[in-house]
């Protein structure tokens, strides 16, 4: 199993609670406090402890672990698909063509997780973290020297995750920054594509260049204040699904309002 991710936040933030810091990777607190008067030297309050990135697997085992697989395969004859020999428009390319399309979906679902969780921090002000603030980097690089900014897109997750189930509340339901699993293992996978990421971070230079690129990836939605069930089904219409959640965040953004859309879970 992967060890669990720790907690990151400054030292003084957990001052008379270590105890139950100490403790919340193996016991279920029913909550967790710290002391909100932690400030920069400038009297703004820092962000709130949050989970850095778990571990990812070495990409060197996992490519390994690939190549051994087909030698295996090509010793002994035996293949998952066609014989390799057989014509290119046969099973083995529309598996090819299925894998395709599912790595739009991961890098859709992470693009327009990442866009919307910005503007709420950047623009919108929907929780009081500073992931993509001008000052993380220099938080965030001596800790994550090479993951830096997926440190930054999980943490913001994380925070959008809370104000939207704070609002939608916890059950079998769904939403952009609380998806089913296989998306979320796809999102996170996205997030480790060097040419994708550079993509991604060119969007979020500012907040008008974020909502443009949020609004190309969107059908047009209307957004209401609280809590907003939606129409539609992760598994089957993922991405039409994303693109009616754009849509809300879009008109959500643009009228100043806090939308949090969700589906029920099938």
């Known amino acids: 199993l992967a060890p669990k991710a720790p907690f990151i936040g400054y030292g003084g933030q957990f001052e008379g609670y270590e105890d139950k810091w100490k403790t919340a ?3 279920n607190w029913p909550y967790l406090e710290v002391n909100p008067d932690v400030t920069d030297g ?12 778990p571990p990812m697997a070495s990409s060197g085992l996992l490519q390994a672990k690939a ?6 395969k090509s010793t002994t004859g035996q293949y998952n698909g066609p014989d390799p020999g057989q014509a290119p428009h046969g099973k ?3 598996h090819k063509e ?6 739009t979906v991961f890098h859709s679902a992470a693009e327009v997780r990442v866009l919307v969780g910005y503007l709420a921090e950047q623009q919108a002000a929907w929780f009081s973290s500073q992931f993509f603030g001008p000052r993380a980097p220099a938080f965030l690089g001596p800790v ?4 830096a900014f997926q440190a930054q897109c999980h943490g913001v997750t994380a925070a959008a995750a809370r104000v939207h189930e704070d609002a939608i509340g916890i059950g079998r339901t769904h939403h952009l920054f609380r998806l089913p ?3 979320e293992q796809g999102a996170a996978t996205a997030l480790s594509d060097d040419p994708f990421v550079e993509q991604l971070r060119a969007q979020l230079t500012s907040p008008d260049v974020a909502l443009r690129r949020l609004e190309a990836l969107a059908t047009p939605g209307v957004a209401h204040e609280g809590a907003q069930v939606m129409t539609g089904d992760f598994v089957e219409g993922t991405e039409a699904l994303l693109r009616a959640l754009a849509g809300v965040y879009v008109d959500a953004f643009r009228k100043g309002i806090k ?3 969700f589906v029920r879970e099938a």
């Open 25 to 27: 990777n193996t016991t």
């Open 42 to 53: 400038q009297g703004a309050v820092l962000p709130l402890p949050a989970r850095a990135q």
């Open 67 to 72: 190549g051994a697989s087909e030698d295996i």
């Open 92 to 94: 083995g390319a529309r």
């Open 98 to 103: 299925a894998r395709n399309d599912m790595t």
């Open 144 to 147: 994550f020297a090479r993951t």
């Open 181 to 183: 699993e296989v998306l």
């Open 259 to 261: 939308a949090f859309p």
